[in-house]
């Protein structure tokens, strides 16, 4: 019988297996998890054959290495990066053939933070309500991978596509953040709401799959004291008492007792998730969508 598993030969800075997460389950306190880019997981995931919600691999920086015991399919997207089977060049945003025995080799992103690797058949973990995905801050799904962990693939699901190159991405120069404001815009200064949206922020480099941290501006209260905790969603600009936003990502609590001045828009927290540390980030307000009339 095949044995169809990756050896983990380099595990990289923060490697991960990611997937659609765990939506749902907010009321029990476990955040919805998953891949922080989730258009290049389901990309690489389609190059190889499998659906969109099959389990990756999310790396960070510095990329991993790896060997698989059967042979298989493999393609990585997100951020652009080297990759090299046995040493020898390979394709970067495409299928690649990788024989059993081999090394895959995943190299540093050139550019953004965040890479992914889809292997043919998914890397099917044990599932955990409902998702294989990671979880930082609860400790829900598989540990981060360590050198000489195996892990097992799925059956392959599908032939790989059959394309000529996909969009090479590039992380922004500027980190543009759509936000709501509110709903505890009013716990801070008329001054600190215009710090916010016109003031230059950087991309700090403690920012995590929990939270993507700035320094700038310290944002000022206008009420003492703190909330009694309440719930915060994906995107949810939280103000710690050192007044630095931060912006909360995947792996976020599901209830903080820090007042929420904003929620960036979930469409730019793709972007949020490959930029990497000094990346200049703008908060730019945008009008509440009114419900429709009746």
Sequence with gaps: MTDRALVVVRAGALTTVQDRGRPGYAHLGVPRSGALDPAAAALVNRLVGNPADAAVLETTLDGCALRPRSTVTVAVGGAPCPVTVDGRPAAWGAPVLVPAGALLEVGAATAGV????????GVAVRPVL???ATDLLSGLGPAPLADGMVLPLGA???????VDGVPQPRPPAELVLRVTLGPRDDWFTAQAVR?????AYRVAAASNRIGLRTEGP????????ELPSEGVVLGAVQVPPDGRPVV????????????VIAVVRAADLPAAAQAPPGTPVRFVPVRRRRAPRP
């Design 218 to 225: 310290a944002l000022a209260r206008a009420r003492p004291g």
């Design 195 to 199: 710090d916010l949206t016109t003031r």
């Design 248 to 259: 909360f990502l995947a792996d976020h609590p599901t209830t903080g007792g820090y007042p």
């Design 114 to 121: 965040r890479g992914y690797l889809a292997v043919c058949g």
């Design 130 to 132: 409902g998702s294989r």
């Design 156 to 162: 392959p699901a599908g032939p790989p596509a059959r």
